[in-house]
């Protein structure tokens, strides 16, 4: 049975008054057999990782750079994430592959750097509109989980997260329905099985993220294939992204 995840991607928002203020809010939730993750910005993760310190809340990143030290102005190793105990850490965000120009084979040495400082990837997968106009959705998915998972072994494999993001739904309101995101959750645990035998896909993590808010998250959840969300927007809110926990 996979633990069903909450994870919130706060994305550039929340000076840290309101991270504090947010985390505050979220600690008084009750926790239930969920796992609940935020993810806050870079200058909010010191302050973050003291308040969940013993509490239900997992603490996450919303990127790093594949190396442990050097020369790199401006990035964040995962050395430095594992010294703030993070567990989790976002890998090939949307945002990262077409604002930034991140490539797959650099979001494949996110992932391997990742597991060998022991964080746990959640690898974003997901079509734009064009691309799925075109009829490319399983194309690229195909492609990017390829080349992120390129080379990578079962026993490491079954520890990541697979997040589906389609492009067109991240941040516009308009969610994929859950029919249309299990038929891509199932064709991603069916790559999975592909690449690494039915037991090992099966414990993989699922999540669909995309304008996921408290009015929708029941249907998501219903899905056989999906096991979560990646949550943007309504991450900010504590009282929505608690209603999502609760009804996960």
């Known amino acids: 049975m996979r633990q069903p995840l909450i994870a919130g991607n706060w ?19 009750k926790p239930n057999k ?6 806050p910005p870079f200058v909010d993760l010191p302050a973050a990782s003291e308040m969940v310190q013993g509490t239900h809340i997992q603490l996450g990143a919303q990127n790093m750079y594949p190396e ?15 010294e703030l105990h993070c567990r989790y850490v976002i890998c090939g965000h949307s945002e990262r592959r ?16 990742a597991l060998v400082h022991g ?5 974003c997968t997901g079509e734009t509109a064009e691309q799925r106009n075109e009829g490319r959705t399983e194309e690229i998915i195909r492609e990017e989980l390829e080349t992120a998972l390129f080379n990578l072994p079962s026993e490491q494999a079954e520890t990541i997260v697979i997040a589906y993001e389609p492009i067109w739904a991240i941040g516009t309101g308009a969610a994929a329905t859950a ?35 408290a009015a929708n998250i029941e249907d ?19 009282a929505e992204f608690k209603e999502i926990y609760e009804k996960v």
Do not use: W
Request: overall charge neutral; charged content about 25%.
């Open 119 to 123: 964080l746990t990837p959640i690898l």
């Open 220 to 238: 998501f959840m219903a899905q056989k294939d999906i096991d979560g969300g990646l949550i943007g927007g309504a991450s900010l809110k504590a």
């Open 34 to 39: 969920a796992e609940m993750l935020i993810c």
């Open 98 to 113: 077409h604002i930034m120009g991140e490539s797959d084979e650099f979001i494949h040495r996110k992932v391997v750097s």
């Open 68 to 82: 442990e030290k050097g020369a790199f102005t401006g990035e964040i190793s995962p050395a430095m994430l594992k």
């Open 179 to 213: 029919v249309d995101a299990q038929a891509v959750a199932h064709f991603i645990r069916g790559e999975l099985t592909r690449l690494y035998g039915e037991t090992t896909a099966e414990k993989i993590r699922i999540l669909y993220g995309g304008s996921v808010k």
């Open 11 to 29: 994305k550039m928002n929340l000076g840290l008054k309101e991270a504090v203020s947010l985390i505050s809010e979220l600690k008084k939730v």
